[in-house]
């Protein structure tokens, strides 16, 4: 079974692409958090930190793998080559990986109190959600702005977890201004969920947001949740006021999409898959970079 895993890990959940995605979703977040508030003179990665980093990277696999399991039927129409229609692993592989990974995940944050609500929260919320496509179909596979809502909130809990792990470091309580930065970068993933399924001809059965909304209008709504999550981070970070400057930092991110929409306007059938994948890690990334030039410290 653990080769099996080992296989499937390479396969389904790309290291390469996931861990910059992870580990800049724990630095980069941490990161504006503390820029975000007064409180926190000087900020710098600690355990508690390692700790969330090494959470996020596990957990993103673990929903990889009920996706996997929620979209068997699917893909066995559409994605035949996929890990568990091929056969490359079995559903059981992946409940087994499930429950022992939630179960090391506890472990590893047991003690760190209303992160580890959240975390547990965030994984009886996804379970619950894959139990109820699988064994009562809802919401339907065709009801795509459903699926949208019922889902966004997983990754919103996350960037909570995120959150309460920051503030229980410093010890602080939350504040509006963290909360409307967790339901930015919350925003900010609709970029990617619907960009990289903007497409001017979907394949025969496939799932994709331009039935709903045209291809224009699914490449516009992707940017425009980028512009809308960069604006309220902007609103967060100030840096019109002086002193405050390296947050213009995090204006540089939206290049990608801003491509994206070009290319596609021009005629490419799908937006750049390079593109849409950077876009997460390149914002988290000028996250980083503006709370270690405002905030950072070695000491």
Same mark, same amino acid.
């Given at each position: ?15 390469s ?7 800049s ?5 941490t ?6 508030t ?20 596990? #957990? ?49 944050n ?13 994984m ?12 009562a ?43 409307? #930065? ?33 291809p ?7 940017f ?33 999409p ?13 937006w ?9 890690p ?6 980083f ?11």
């Amino acid at each position: 079974m653990i080769s099996r895993w080992g296989r499937y890990i390479g396969a389904a959940y790309r290291p390469s692409v996931q861990l910059p995605y992870t580990v800049s979703w724990a630095l980069g977040l941490t990161a504006l958090f503390a820029c975000g508030t007064g409180a926190v003179r000087s900020w710098r990665p600690d355990a508690e930190l390692l700790i969330t980093a090494v959470t996020l990277v596990v #957990t993103m696999l673990l929903i990889r793998a009920l996706d996997d399991v929620r979209d068997l039927d699917y893909d066995r129409r559409v994605n035949p080559d996929r890990p568990l229609p091929s056969g490359m692993v079995s559903e059981r592989d992946l409940v087994s990986l499930v429950a022992l990974g939630s179960a090391l995940l506890l472990l590893l944050n047991a003690g760190r109190g209303v992160a580890l609500a959240m975390l547990a929260g965030q994984m009886a919320y996804t379970i619950v959600v894959v139990a109820l496509e699988r064994l009562a179909g809802w919401p339907h596979r065709d009801q795509l702005a459903l699926q949208l809502a019922v889902n966004l909130p997983i990754l919103a809990m996350l960037s909570l977890y995120v959150y309460f792990g920051f503030l229980r470091a410093e010890d602080l309580r939350p504040t509006a201004a963290g909360l409307i #930065t967790v339901l930015a970068v919350t925003v900010s993933a609709l970029c990617v969920e619907l960009g990289r399924k903007a497409t001017r001809q979907p394949r025969p059965g496939e799932r994709s947001y331009v039935t709903v909304l045209g291809p224009s209008g699914t490449s516009l709504a992707a940017f425009g949740a980028a512009v809308t999550a960069t604006a309220a981070v902007l609103v967060i970070l100030t840096p019109w006021h002086s002193g405050a400057g390296w947050g213009w930092l995090v204006l540089a991110p939206l290049a990608l999409p801003a491509l994206a929409v070009a290319k596609f306007a021009a005629g490419a059938p799908h937006w750049p898959i390079p593109h849409t994948v950077a876009y997460i890690p390149a914002m988290y990334t000028s996250f980083f970079a503006v709370g270690w030039l405002t905030k950072g410290t070695l000491r």
